[in-house]
Nanobody, 125 residues
Framework: LVSLAESGGGSVQAGGSLRLSCAAGGNIYNRYWMAWFRQTPGNEREGVAVLSPVEGRIVYADFAEARFIISEDKVENTLDLQINDLRPEDSAMYYC??????????????????WGQGTQVTVSS
């Protein structure tokens, strides 16, 4: 059984920081691609960052390259997303996702078969 649960969202002012966490059930981090996505009302879900624990590789979306950091906390068994210097355009529902090993790294939501419920991030000016 695979389950994903996000936490750490909230309302902050521009320039602040948040650390989002994704708790994973099923102990899948050693075999699955793990990723963070975000979505605003009326828009498609977009990839933020993807991590492969096996290959040790990380891929970021262009907008996330400088201010977003994806990491795996092996002690807590979570996938974390640190967001620094938050901007109003970062406001979105942030989702954790997992894809099977054969899917490969992708910032598209298509290969991902497991999703959390999301955690809301709201950034005010």
């Amino acid at each position: 059984l695979v389950s994903l649960a996000e936490s750490g969202g909230g309302s902050v002012q521009a320039g602040g920081s948040l650390r989002l966490s994704c708790a994973a059930g099923g102990n899948i981090y050693n075999r699955y691609w793990m990723a963070w996505f975000r979505q605003t009302p009326g828009n498609e879900r977009e990839g933020v960052a993807v991590l492969s624990p096996v290959e040790g590789r990380i891929v970021y979306a262009d907008f996330a390259e400088a201010r977003f950091i994806i990491s795996e906390d092996k002690v807590e068994n979570t996938l974390d997303l640190q967001i620094n210097d938050l901007r109003p355009e970062d406001s979105a529902m942030y989702y954790c996702a997992a894809a099977g090993p054969a899917a490969g790294a992708s910032l598209s939501p298509r290969p991902y078969t497991f999703w959390g419920q999301g955690t809301q991030v709201t950034v005010s000016s």
